[in-house]
């Protein structure tokens, strides 16, 4: 085996990546993440529950209770502190994605906007304050 071909075949590939919200009760998430967003809940673990996970097609989210206040302040509201970021393909789907959330009285801390970089977002938050950034192409 040549070296290169020894380097590549020993080069592990990461496949994917889960982002973890600090939340106050994992039931109220779930039912925000299910009901509201169009997630299911691929777990929940403990008695009683202190973690669980919400995925919706290759997005997973995973849910960590916390006794007090993870930040200081309104600093992350402040600096747009994001918890997540999750993307689609289509400047449709990012538009039918904002506006089903939209009907579903989902609260948003920014609504759908084209940025100067080109991609199309809105930011959603969550009961806890999570700040889910939702993005997709322009055109």
């Not at 994917?16 to 919200?21: D, G, I, V």
């Not at 509201?36 to 849910?63: E, I, M, S, W």
């Not at 609504?111 to 192409?137: C, H, S, V, Y």
Request: contains cysteine.
């Amino acid at each position: 085996m040549t070296h290169e071909a020894a380097q590549s075949a020993l080069c592990p590939i990461i496949t994917s990546t889960e982002a973890q919200l600090f939340v106050a009760d994992i039931k109220t998430s779930c039912d925000f993440y299910t009901e509201k967003l169009g997630f299911t809940v691929a777990f929940v673990y403990g008695d009683p529950p202190f973690c669980g996970q919400v995925t919706r097609d290759h997005a997973r989210l995973n849910l960590r209770v916390v006794g007090e206040p993870v930040f200081a302040g309104d600093i992350r509201e402040r600096e747009h502190l994001l918890s997540a970021s999750l993307t689609v393909a289509t400047v449709d789907e990012i538009k039918q994605l904002f506006l089903s959330y939209q009907a579903a009285g989902v609260r948003f801390s920014q609504t759908l906007k084209t940025e100067p970089w080109g991609a199309r977002t809105f930011i959603a938050a969550d009961p806890d304050g999570n700040l889910i950034l939702f993005a997709g192409p322009a055109d």
